[in-house]
């Protein structure tokens, strides 16, 4: 049988101490950082508590106007024999062939994607849509009203989070990630509602984060929104939750999820 | 020497990290004439079946393996899209010949129930045929990271040697003489994969099927 997924996210920023290299940080509400250290040493305790996949995200590289840098991802696919997906800053093909070529499994895209619809065609026509990760990142209006922002949650581009999740399918993406900024870091739990809207709409698999505080939240996330997985980094970052109790919560709701690496 | 077959598409980083991992001495073969020397062969694979075949026809792979693989018996292990493209046909962006290693097409996943998405990504039980020295030292119930659209359906029902459930069997293995291939990333699946590739870097077709 298929199991439910945990993922960390490594999200990653420009060091405050040491210039060029990145840092493994946590957000609040896509704003407030929080710096915790070296990513690739954070993905190998992630390893060894068999995390199902590796999400790394480079937080500063569609701002700075570069590809997200690869340094991180090619230290930890040398040593690290899970699923990785890389994200940040993607705005071509091209793009997408150099990070598959340094380590990544799959790649999100975020902004490029509502600026170029184009690019989700032809990255899965060119890698196959299994390596196209549509990554949206939206705020509640109101009840059953979500909309999508991009440009790392500063600009708000008014399209409606169902609607773009099933044209991104439509265009090629293979999984959507879903990411609540309202919960980011907060948490309080997965935002329910939408996630449950877009798993229902799309018939590709689903991702969703923000808010992840409790072992009960990945259990609601699975079981009441129907994702295939559930991302975080605050929950993971902090080492002060048990990955390995919070998967036998989880299998203990009853829901199919791995134990062991 | 193991040698990966470099035709442009697939992580190829990752597969040779994980055979040096278990001791193999690996290189990164972009011509065709590299592979000549090979002791075992490894095609890895991401992306569409009809590019996958033209790319290896243009870079003039497809003689070169037809005379390793089907003359020398050199052993091989095909992953994901590079199991696929053993077969006879796909199916993916219009009907188009594979190797025709195995007879078998390559259709596009069918399930009915919705819970059960295409593509199918995440780690899945694997039932396998115990008397494959490629599968020792796994535990009876493994999981192992799949992640395709696409799957391939044998004529030969001896020639699958492991399966997964998902709305239905799935192909997960295949083999036959000195080839073997997955549908799923050994590469990505943490030690139960390091342990399949270890089983093929000593494997002997011949001695121990």
């Known amino acids: 049988m298929l199991k439910r997924r945990l993922i960390p996210k490594l999200q990653m920023k420009s060091s405050s101490h040491v210039a060029g290299q990145l840092v493994l940080v946590t957000t609040v509400n896509f704003d407030r950082v929080i710096e915790i250290g070296d990513p690739v040493s954070q993905a190998k305790i992630y390893e060894a508590q068999a995390a199902d996949e590796l999400i790394f995200v480079d937080l500063d590289a569609t701002r700075e106007g570069r590809l997200t840098d690869v340094k991180n991802v090619r230290r930890a696919a040398e040593e690290i024999f899970m699923p990785i997906t890389v994200g940040g800053g993607v705005r071509t093909v091209e793009d997408f062939r150099y990070l598959l070529s340094n380590g990544a499994d799959k790649v999100t895209v975020n902004t490029a994607a509502l600026k170029n619809t184009k690019l989700l065609t032809d990255a899965s026509r060119m890698f196959g849509s299994q390596c196209v990760v549509l990554s949206i990142d939206y705020k509640k209006v109101s009840n059953g009203v979500y909309e999508v922002w991009s440009n790392g949650g500063t600009v708000n581009t008014h399209r409606d989070v169902t609607e773009w999740a099933l044209e991104g399918e439509r265009l090629g993406a293979g999984e959507i990630l879903l990411t609540s900024i309202d919960r980011d870091g907060s948490r309080s739990g997965i935002d329910i509602e939408c996630t449950k809207n877009v798993v229902s709409s799309v018939s590709i698999p689903v991702i969703t984060s923000g808010g992840c505080g409790l072992a009960r939240h990945f259990v609601e996330g699975f079981k009441e929104g129907g994702a295939n997985a559930v991302c975080a980094g605050t929950y993971f970052s902090f080492k002060d939750e048990n990955p390995m109790q919070c998967r036998a919560q989880i299998k203990n709701a009853g829901i199919p999820i791995r134990l062991h690496k | ?209």
């Open chain 2, 1 to 209: 020497m193991i040698k990966i077959i470099d035709y442009g598409m697939g992580n190829l980083l990752s597969v040779k990290n994980a055979l040096e991992m278990v001791g193999a001495d690996v290189e990164i073969c972009s011509r065709p004439d590299d592979l000549n020397d090979a002791v075992r062969l490894v095609l890895p694979g991401v992306g569409a079946f009809r590019d996958c075949i033209g790319n290896l026809q243009q870079r003039g792979f497809v003689p070169v393996l037809n005379d390793l693989v089907l003359g020398k018996k050199i052993p091989i292990m095909g992953i994901c899209l590079g199991m696929q493209v053993m077969a006879k046909k796909g199916f993916e962006q219009g009907e188009c010949d594979g190797l025709g290693w195995f007879d078998a097409e390559v259709r596009r996943l069918q399930t009915i129930n919705p819970s059960h998405r295409v593509p199918q990504i995440g780690w899945n039980t694997i039932e396998y045929k115990n008397n494959i020295t490629l599968f020792n030292g796994l535990p009876e119930h493994p999981d192992f990271y799949f992640v395709h659209s696409y799957q391939v359906i044998c004529k030969e029902a001896d020639e699958i040697v492991a399966i997964c459930e998902y709305d239905g069997p799935v192909t997960a293995a295949i083999y036959r003489d000195n080839i073997f291939a997955t549908q799923f990333h050994p590469e990505k699946s943490q030690d139960y994969g390091l342990q399949i590739l270890k089983n093929f870097i000593r494997w002997d077709p011949y001695r121990n099927a």
